[in-house]
């Protein structure tokens, strides 16, 4: 990603715990990208640095312990993160249900149905009282109906529908019911299908303090490129078991055996809503925690990664209140980490609204 950088010194010092796990040494300046992305911009303090557009260097500084408080002191960082996944509600009004077999499995833009998806009078239909959408009661199986949905979504294209990569996502009323038909991937947002995912904390021990493998995501992925990220996650397709998905994506985007990644424990899930436009992502995150043996070290297999490093929790914690570095729904999980392993406690302003928060969107 071509960026104009400009560069201004700070004269504070690093984090020294950081520095330690996350070798090559650093330099001393902190480069920022002047270039407005679709990312959120971020401010801390004075400064404003564009999510995508940092490096490893930024990241340290961001967690200086200088500038770091206890996470019990200040959530407000947090709700912000939860906040960013879950924008948009007011709107859902804008939306009607889309139902298969008398089950709603989601949801589409009144407007993205009249410009869009009307034309198709062969696949989807109104009913009588405009209550809600419909496929034509021809599409009967599930074969049917994946064919016909998905003969639009290619008509449609990456004008209309951008970042199809030909996965398939399950339509189905809640988690574990009966398959309707399978959905791009991409378009999942468009037809306010649920989606999930599989999101694992890979975390180790070092000098007497937890620490989380982090991954930042290539620069040339269509999606979030340049963002930081877990160490393992993926999309749930059609067809596969979570525990087996989640051991494939640990093979291919960190190097993680079977016999590392078989360990690993299902430990809840976070579930968000976000409306943007013609788009209602509506997301279930399954978590899982790894932990890996200390002298463990991470190798991309899917080239969809461009570099490893291994922070100390709280450091990670920080850079996620005071930074949009993360890809947003990774900060969900992280959170939820911090719950589970006792670094927020329940003397924290905030904390049972926090909790209830990751959970803000439908968790069936």
Known sequence: MACNHHRLCLSRSFGSSIASLSSPLLPSRLSLCSRTLAS?????????????????????????????????????GFFEKIRVCNR???????????????????????????????????????????????????????????????????????????GIRKELYPVASCFGAPVFFS??????????????????????????????????????KPTYPGMLDHLVAGGLPHGIACKENLMKECEEEAGIPRSISERAISVGAVAYGDIDGYRYKRDVLFCYDLKLPEDFIPENQDGEV???????????????????????????????????????????????????????????
């Not at 064919?147 to 951008?162: Q, S, W």
């Not at 890979?202 to 995501?217: A, P």
């Not at 719950?339 to 209830?356: Q, T, V």
Request: proline share 4%; hydrophobic share 35%; charged share 25%.
């Open 306 to 364: 461009e570099s490893f490093r291994c922070i100390p929790v709280t450091h990670v914690a920080d850079v996620i209140r005071r930074t949009h570095f993360f890809k947003s729904n990774c900060s969900l999980v992280i959170i939820d980490f911090l719950f589970r392993h006792g670094y927020i406690g329940p003397d924290s302003l905030g904390y049972l609204e926090l909790l209830k928060s990751l959970r803000s969107g439908d968790c069936s």
């Open 183 to 220: 959905l791009e991937r991409a378009a999942a947002p468009y037809f306010g299908i649920k989606a999930y995912g599989v999101h694992m904390n890979g975390y180790t021990e070092r000098n007497r303090q937890k620490c989380l493998w982090i991954g930042k995501r290539s620069q040339v």
């Open 40 to 76: 959120t911009p971020l401010r801390l303090s004075s400064l404003s640095v564009s999510a995508a557009c940092f490096t490893w260097d930024d990241v340290v500084r961001i967690s200086d312990s200088q500038h770091s408080s206890r996470l019990s002191d200040d959530l407000q």
């Open 88 to 162: 948009g509600l007011e709107k859902q009004s804008d939306f009607l249900p889309f139902v298969i077999e008398d089950q709603t499995v989601g949801c589409i833009h009144k407007g993205f149905f009249d410009d869009h998806l009307k034309r198709f009078s062969n696949v989807f239909i109104f009913t009588q009282d405009n209550s809600h959408i419909m496929l034509h009661p021809v599409l009967r199986t599930p074969s049917e109906r994946t064919k016909a949905v998905g003969d639009v979504v290619k008509c449609l294209g990456e004008e209309v529908i951008p």
